[in-house]
């Protein structure tokens, strides 16, 4: 009977061992949170119905329930992972803060400030420069769709207020961010450097598991620069930046190499003057004892 019951305890014991297949002991929504808790990287909601054999939508319920009891992250539409992922297969490129201006003329002092959800736009009728700027920017950065909304909706306004088109519009400079979750910064809590073309790239501890990595560029360009430089992304930028130090470092170590050859050379000469004064020492101490000799034997004969 022992035997039996360990038989079956132990055949229990293997159907568990497969955790995400549909015939096993654990629910769909233990199998969904133990399928992510055990993901080094973040997981779609077809890949984990695929994986634990389940609907895709009972999976997007699942999801959501998970999401809103904080036991799972998101941080992107489309993907979920744990406070404990590391690897992060693609982080997306948001925009945190963009500022404008553009010169209109005469107009009147005029300023307004509107605030949607977490993004913040704002606009300043400048009289004395006659100027219209403003800025639009969301601590938690914008996805591309998102900020050319709020671009729009900074259009709206100012036109509604000014009466006409908008002409001529300057981009100063736009932030944009990459935020990574599940990692820290051991040592130091930020680094910021300034890069090619005067972009500054700084990466800190924005939060307890969260490094964010930021990018400034102070640069002025039209709108459809700006929505190219969106959609390119800053991989262009990285390789080009890769490019420039690399550049720099061969320059550097070119110089490097110049003034250890001057100094060897340099200790080559002086060198040959040790090896030229030494031969003349040489000759001149073997003239003296041939010198001293010669005279040792005149001597010797001359007393005989």
Request: aromatic content about 8%.
């Amino acid at each position: 009977m022992a035997d039996k019951s360990d038989g079956k305890s132990s055949m229990a014991g293997n159907r568990c061992d497969n955790s995400y297949s549909p015939h096993s002991c654990f629910s769909v929504e233990e199998r969904v949170l133990k399928l992510i808790d055990e993901s080094e990287i973040e997981l779609a909601p077809y890949e984990i119905a695929r994986k634990v054999h389940a609907k895709r939508s009972t999976v997007r319920v699942i999801l959501r329930k998970l999401l809103d009891r904080g036991l799972i992250l998101q941080p992107y539409p489309g993907a979920y992972c744990n406070k404990i992922t590391y690897g992060m297969r693609f982080v997306p490129l948001c925009v945190h803060n963009v500022s404008l201006r553009f010169f209109a003329g005469t107009v009147s002092h005029w300023v307004m400030d509107e605030v949607v959800g977490g993004v913040k736009i704002h606009v300043c009728f400048g009289q004395e420069r006659r100027k219209i700027s403003g800025y639009i920017a969301c601590d938690a950065g914008m996805s591309h769709d998102a900020c050319l909304l709020a671009l729009n909706r900074w259009f709206d306004i100012v036109e509604g207020r000014l009466g006409r088109p908008v002409v001529d519009l300057e981009l100063l400079t736009f932030e944009c961010n990459k935020d990574y979750y599940g990692v820290r910064l051991d040592g130091v809590q930020c680094v910021t450097k300034k890069d090619l073309y005067g972009m500054v790239e700084r990466v800190y501890q924005k939060e307890e598991s969260l490094v964010r990595k930021e990018w400034k560029v102070s640069q002025s360009m039209s709108i459809n620069a700006f929505e190219a430089a969106l959609k390119k992304g800053m991989s262009e930028h990285d390789r080009v930046q890769a490019a420039f130090e690399l550049k720099e470092e061969v320059k550097r170590v070119s110089e490097a190499v110049k003034f250890a050859n001057s100094r060897l050379y340099e200790v080559e000469k002086l060198s040959t003057a040790m090896f030229n004064a030494l031969t003349k020492l040489v000759d001149l101490v073997a003239g003296s004892q041939e010198t001293s000799k010669a005279s040792g034997e005149g001597g010797k004969s001359y007393v005989s």
